[in-house]
Nanobody, 123 residues
């Protein structure tokens, strides 16, 4: 059974940093792609950073380019989203998602989702 569990969210001041974790079970990072999505209050869910671990390709949304980075720890079966220079507009619920094969930007392409973790950035 595939399971994704996010953690690491919280309240930070603008300019601060957070590191989100996504612990996966039932999948192999060699065969799956991981996507980080977020949904802000009153907004639709959007792709933030997506990466395929089979072909080592990565997508980064323009709004977070240079600030957010995806990485993984194979031994711990964990994907990370390092978020630096956070802004109030980054406030959202952040989700980890997985799908077999290459990364995709459309949330409908992902088969498995975590429960989400809240990130709040104050001025």
């Amino acid at each position: 059974e595939v399971q994704l569990v996010e953690s690491g969210g919280g309240l930070v001041q603008a300019g601060g940093s957070l590191r989100l974790s996504c612990v996966a079970s039932g999948i192999s990072f060699d065969d799956y792609a991981i996507g980080w999505f977020r949904q802000a209050p009153g907004k639709e869910r959007e792709a933030v950073v997506c990466s395929s671990f089979s072909d080592d390709s990565t997508y980064v949304a323009q709004s977070v380019e240079g600030r957010f980075t995806i990485s993984s720890d194979i031994a711990k079966k964990t994907a990370y989203l390092q978020m630096n220079a956070l802004r109030p507009e980054d406030t959202a619920i952040y989700y980890c998602a997985a799908r077999p094969g290459q990364e995709a930007l459309d949330e409908d392409a992902y088969d498995y989702w975590g429960q989400g973790t809240q990130v709040t950035v104050s001025k």
